[in-house]
Nanobody, 126 residues
């Protein structure tokens, strides 16, 4: 019953934009931090952004700061990751994950989400 459904990926030229979505159901969404990760073959999974359910603070990987924006629609039980000025190195599978909040800020590097989305492919190509 508990699940995250992702959408919004695609094939985009450098400099383009995408908005990834992560829709939750069957869970008390307001009590979970939201984390976005990406995975590229040959590279380790990296956390790109997070939003704290405790204090609503956000954090970003340095390489995506000022280009990525995380947001939360609480009534709609959704998170969005707006990606602008896409670069080749942004290519990868993007995953959202929910982590039960325990207070304070969120952290980019987390191991085991309580709930994972299925992932969505972002490909940046000219």
């Amino acid at each position: 019953q508990v699940k995250l459904v992702q959408s919004g990926g695609g094939l985009v030229q450098p400099g383009g934009s995408l908005r990834l979505s992560c829709a939750a159901s069957g869970i008390a969404f307001e009590y979970y931090d939201i984390n976005w990760f990406r995975q590229t073959p040959g590279k380790e999974r990296e956390g790109v952004s997070c939003l704290s359910a405790s204090d609503e603070s956000t954090a970003y990987l340095d390489s995506v700061k000022d280009r990525f924006t995380i947001s939360r629609d609480l009534p709609g039980m959704k998170s969005y990751l707006q990606i602008d000025d896409l670069k080749f190195d942004d290519t990868g599978v993007y995953y959202c994950g929910l982590f039960r909040t325990y207070g304070g800020v969120c952290f980019l590097d987390r191991d085991s989400a309580d709930v994972w989305g299925q992932g969505t492919q972002v490909t940046v190509s000219s």
